[in-house]
Every structure is written in structure tokens, then in C-alpha cells.
């Protein structure tokens, strides 16, 4: 089993940033894929960024430029620099992980953005 716990969400005003984070733990082997996924209320969850093991990163148009995701392997974790918050980015945020042939989720971090 794995384990992903994610951490750093909160109330933040625009403009502001934060930063999110997410460590796996359990039975890891070599981990695949990382990213953030976020869903709003009545919304779906969508993917807001991703990064393969090797570094190659992709990112929902609406985050380009304000978003960065990155990852250290050697302590299998991924983190979400999020800058220029938006009300729009309120949701709860979720990290996600493939190894082992499945993937897993984190329980989830909610950010508000709101004056």
C-alpha cells in the first residue's frame, strides 16, 4: 500500500501565493508519474499539473505561468508552487501517484482564495 499526504492548503487572499505539498509513504517502488488534480464544488476533478519522473512537466492552460510543480525522488515528494491566486482556484487540491501498475490519491487539501 501506499500512502500520499498532502499538505500547505489553506484561506489565501488574490494575488498571494502558496505552496502545496504531498510525501508518499508505504511499499513504494519507483514512482511513475506525479501530479495535482482540484476540484471545485458541483465541478469535476480535473488535472492542474503533471511530472513524469524524468522532470517533463505539463499544466493546465488556466495555470501556465502562476503554477509550477516539481518533484524530489529521492524523498518521493511533489510540491505545487501556486502564485497570482485567483477565486478561481479555490477547490480542494489532490496529489496522485502511479507506481506499481496503480495509481493512488492523497485525502485531499482544500485552498480558498478570497478577499
Known amino acids: 500500500q501506499v500512502q500520499l499526504v498532502e499538505s500547505g492548503g489553506g484561506l489565501v487572499q488574490p494575488g498571494r501565493s502558496l505552496r502545496l505539498s504531498c510525501a508518499a509513504s508505504?511499499?513504494?517502488?519507483?514512482?511513475?508519474?506525479m501530479g495535482w488534480y482540484r476540484q471545485a464544488p458541483g465541478k469535476q476533478r480535473e488535472l492542474v499539473a503533471s511530472?513524469?519522473?524524468?522532470?517533463?512537466?505539463d499544466y493546465q492552460d488556466s495555470v501556465k505561468g502562476r503554477f509550477t510543480i516539481s518533484r524530489d525522488n529521492a524523498k518521493n515528494t511533489v510540491h505545487l508552487q501556486m502564485n497570482s491566486l485567483k477565486p478561481e482556484d479555490t477547490a480542494v487540491y489532490y496529489c496522485?501517484?502511479?507506481?506499481?501498475?496503480?495509481?493512488?490519491w492523497g485525502q485531499g487539501t482544500q485552498v480558498t482564495v478570497s478577499s
Open positions: 496522485n501517484a502511479f507506481t506499481g501498475g496503480y495509481y493512488y
Open positions: 508505504g511499499s513504494i517502488g519507483s514512482i511513475g508519474a
Open positions: 511530472i513524469t519522473s524524468g522532470g517533463t512537466t
